[in-house]
């Protein structure tokens, strides 16, 4: 992973987003510049073994993490808690 400054709070929403099932890593990649590659690099070094492992077979091959494979026509999802994220800079 290149050298980015990234905070504390910045790591954990890079988690926090990597971890939704439909944030893709273009969103990632937009806020906080980190390419798939680079999420996958962070999650290794910032999970457990064993979730690592969890994370890595939910995303992938997962349409939803990757922008040009999804087919959600309806837009962007919003949860209804999103509101309450006060660190993520694209809402």
Same mark, same amino acid.
């Given at each position: 992973?290149?050298?980015?400054?990234?905070?504390?709070?910045?790591?954990?929403?890079?988690?926090?987003?990597?971890?939704?099932?439909?944030?893709?890593?273009?969103?990632?990649?937009?806020? @906080?510049? +980190?390419?798939?590659? *680079?999420?996958?690099?962070?999650?290794?070094?910032?999970? =457990?073994?064993? &979730?690592?492992? #969890?994370?890595?077979?939910?995303?992938?091959?997962?349409?939803?993490?990757? @922008?040009? +494979?999804?087919?959600? *026509?309806?837009?962007?999802?919003?949860?209804?808690?999103? =509101?309450?994220? &006060?660190?993520? #800079?694209?809402?």
């Amino acid at each position: 992973m290149k050298n980015k400054s990234l905070t504390l709070i910045d790591i954990d929403r890079i988690v926090e987003m990597a971890w939704e099932d439909r944030t893709p890593f273009d969103a990632i990649e937009v806020q @906080f510049g +980190l390419k798939e590659q *680079e999420v996958i690099a962070l999650m290794r070094n910032e999970l =457990k073994p064993a &979730s690592w492992r #969890k994370w890595r077979a939910r995303v992938q091959g997962r349409a939803t993490k990757h @922008f040009k +494979l999804s087919h959600d *026509e309806q837009g962007r999802f919003k949860c209804s808690r999103q =509101k309450m994220i &006060s660190y993520n #800079k694209v809402t």
